[in-house]
């Protein structure tokens, strides 16, 4: 049975809250909030969790607070950033194509904003703004390019897919050309910006991400009921007052511009978007998109992947794309696998 209360406010209005969905979301934000303060103390120069804290509350001398406040915590803010940013997008992806491969990973999303970085790295030896730059608007293009492909009196979730398959192993193509025609420096800073890393991430970079999740994350949860509505079909939809086009088009924006911001800010961080949401539906346990648990799991599996290949690999020696893509490779094998026992592929 679903632990489902009602809640009624003073003001006479009615909310139905799943009790254990709440509890998932807190535990989530709490795991992630920890691996933080833990990712914060690690480096070279080791900091103590209580130092930690005590320094983010203004109490540290003046070396922890440098370290701390100009060194590691924007890195650790980008990373829950975009880890909220690919879980959110994430979920965003397979509610709309109503398959669990339906990720920003699977549809080529990552590749196109991959292939606008490479475009600046390569062609024009652009700055690491030109190459950010570069990255959203190869994601925006590419996600633009996959939805106009695939419509046909409407966007199948299927149809989605495939093209999204399609679009990718063009796109991929067009990456190996450009890293074949680059030389040897550029190819290097190419390959190490393409495994997803948050190694050298500053402000600059938090305040994008920041006022886009401020922007776009009550926008979408906004959306959640006629999310949910959604799942049943579209006639079910249209026939219970739900705009089903509009708000698809909607939703598919914001998962775009979610995924390609986060891309661009960290480079194409494989697998967190996949795995993320379908983790919180199997914590939760709900049918439903999980929109806010999927983004707390997002942003405590990308700030916990990077603090255990700092534990490992020591600072900036393994970049977190490795993790998450071993990890993730791993959740794929066995999604297939117990899809595959399921009757379902």
């Known amino acids: 049975m679903r632990s489902n209360r009602v809640v ?3 003001g006479g209005l009615s909310v139905r809250l799943d009790v254990r969905a709440a509890v998932v979301v807190a535990v989530l934000l709490l795991a992630a909030l920890a691996a ?12 103590s969790a209580g130092d930690v804290l005590r320094t983010l509350a203004g109490n540290g001398d003046a070396g922890q607070e440098f370290i701390i406040d100009e060194l590691r915590l924007p890195r650790v803010l980008v990373g829950l950033l975009v880890g909220a940013s690919l879980g959110l997008g994430g979920a965003l992806f397979q509610a709309v194509t109503r398959n669990p491969l339906g990720s920003p990973d699977v549809l080529g999303l990552g590749q196109g904003a991959t292939a606008g970085a490479l475009v600046m790295i390569v062609l024009f030896s652009g700055s690491a703004a030109q190459v950010t730059m570069g990255a959203l608007v190869g994601g925006l293009a590419t996600g633009l390019a996959i939805y106009l492909l695939a419509w046909k009196r409407g966007v199948h979730g299927y149809r989605l897919v495939l093209v999204g398959i399609g679009v990718s192993a063009i796109v991929t193509a067009v990456n190996g050309y450009l890293l074949t025609v680059s030389d040897l420096v550029d190819a290097a ?3 190490v910006w393409m495994t997803g890393s948050l190694s050298g991430r500053d402000w600059d970079q938090v305040w994008p991400l920041l006022a886009l999740c401020a922007v776009l994350v009550p926008l979408v949860l906004a959306r959640a009921r006629e ?8 006639d079910v939809s249209n026939a219970l007052g739900v705009r089903v086009e509009r708000v698809r088009a909607l939703l598919m924006v914001a998962a775009v511009l979610l995924t390609a911001t986060a891309t661009a800010a960290a ?5 967190v978007a996949l795995t993320a949401p379908q983790l919180a539906r199997r914590l939760t346990r709900s049918p439903g998109p999980n929109l806010l648990s999927s983004l707390c799991m997002g942003a405590a599996l990308l700030v916990t992947a990077d603090w255990v290949s700092q534990r490992i690999f020591g600072a900036d020696q393994l970049p977190v794309g490795v993790v998450t893509g071993v990890l993730g490779g791993a959740y794929l094998l066995w999604l297939l696998v117990a899809e595959r026992r399921a009757g379902r592929i």
Do not use: N, Y
């Open 8 to 10: 009624r406010t003073p």
């Open 36 to 47: 933080s303060v833990l990712l914060i103390g690690t480096g070279d120069f080791p900091i």
């Open 189 to 191: 800073r190419a390959v």
């Open 227 to 234: 999310l949910r509505l959604m799942e049943m079909g579209d």
């Open 267 to 271: 480079g194409p961080v494989g697998f």
